[in-house]
């Protein structure tokens, strides 16, 4: 499974962007699918998960309230809507499959198939 980030951009501080992840290949039903993020300087962190059927999603406390994901499976896209930017959401945002259905979501180890990145830049 190959993984296709976009969306990214630069926007003002209060904007809004709505990234998007197109997995192509094989793409059987995963255990859900995942957004992290890394800036500069600081280890890639959890924003938001969402389970296979799309009933059960999982945000960073930081994103809690501006930021949705979803997904449409027969499109093989997933989603991540985010509102109320701010300056700290700067960074590249990546996409990827979670493989295994041990441990909780926000948990990057248990995710592959990560797709290249796309960059979020937010003005102040």
């Known amino acids: 499974v190959q993984l296709q980030a976009s969306g990214g951009g630069l926007v003002q501080a209060g904007g809004s962007l709505r990234l998007s992840c197109v997995a192509s290949?094989?793409?059987?039903?995963?255990?859900?699918m995942g957004w992290f993020r890394q800036a500069p300087g600081k280890e890639r962190g959890f924003v938001a998960a969402i389970s296979w059927t799309g009933g059960s999603t999982y945000y960073a406390d930081s994103v809690k309230g501006r930021f949705t994901i979803s997904r449409d499976n027969a499109k093989n896209t997933v989603y991540l809507q985010m509102n109320s930017l701010k300056p700290e959401d700067t960074a590249v945002y990546y996409c990827a499959t979670r493989l295994s259905p041990i441990g909780p979501y926000a948990d990057s180890f248990a995710y592959g198939n990560w797709g290249q990145g796309t960059q979020v830049t937010v003005s102040s």
């Open positions: 290949g094989r793409t059987d039903r995963d255990y859900g």
